[in-house]
C-alpha cells in the first residue's frame, strides 16, 4: 500500500512513467473526475498534449450498494458490469421509470455545468493514444462509461492511468485497455481521498472552468 502527499505529485510520478514510452506521442489525456484532473494536468504537462474531462455520473437504486448504471455527458449510458445480465433485468423491471427519470436529470446537470462549452471534444481525441485518468479507481465502471463515449471515435490506442486502484479495478484495465499505468494495487480500497496526505482537488466549477480555458485554447 502506498499514500501520496497530493494529487499532483502522483501524477508526476504517473507523467515520468508515462514518458518513457509515449514522450513523443500523439496524445490526448481525459480526465475521468475532479481529482483525475489534478493527476491528468501533470501528465499533459510532461507530454505537451490536451487535457479534456469526461463528465460522467452514476445511477444508483434504492437498497444497492453499486451503481446499477451510468451515463456520460452526450448521452452515452451504459449498466455496470459487477451485476449479473439477470440481476440488471430484473431491477429495471421493477425500476424501469427511476432509472430514465435519472438519465434524464443527470444528464441536465452536466449539460447545465458545461454550458456552452465542451469539456471534450470527439476531434481532439481522434486518431490520439488516449490516456483515461483518474485519481484512484475503486472499480473500472467509469472504464467502461468512457468507453461508451469513446466508440464513435477512432483513436490509435487506450491507456489507462491511477496512482492508486483496486484489484477488481485493475483486472478490468487489463480487459479494457491496450496499456495500463497503476503504482499501487489496494486489496482492501477504503476511500480515494484517504490515501492523500494533503486534499488538492479544487472545486467541481473550478475544475470545469479551467479544462474548458484548456480545450478552447488548444490548437
Known sequence: MMYFASRKQAGRMLASQLAQK???KECAVVALSDGGTV???QIAMQLHCVVTMLLVDEIELPREAVAVAGISQD??????????????EDMVSEYRGVIEQEKIEKLHEMNHLIGRGGLIRHELLKDKTVILVSDGMSSGFSIDLALQYLKPVAIEKLVVATPL???????????????????????????????????DVPSHEVVVQTVNQIVNNWK
Open 165 to 199: 486502484a483496486s484489484i477488481n479495478a485493475v483486472d478490468r484495465m487489463h480487459i479494457l485497455a491496450d496499456d495500463l499505468y497503476c503504482i499501487s494495487v489496494l486489496e482492501d480500497y477504503i476511500s480515494t481521498d484517504h490515501y492523500y496526505d494533503e486534499q
Open 39 to 41: 493527476v491528468g494536468m
Open 22 to 24: 509515449y514522450q513523443d
Open 75 to 88: 448521452g452515452s449510458f451504459t449498466y455496470n458490469h459487477a451485476y449479473a445480465p439477470a440481476e440488471i
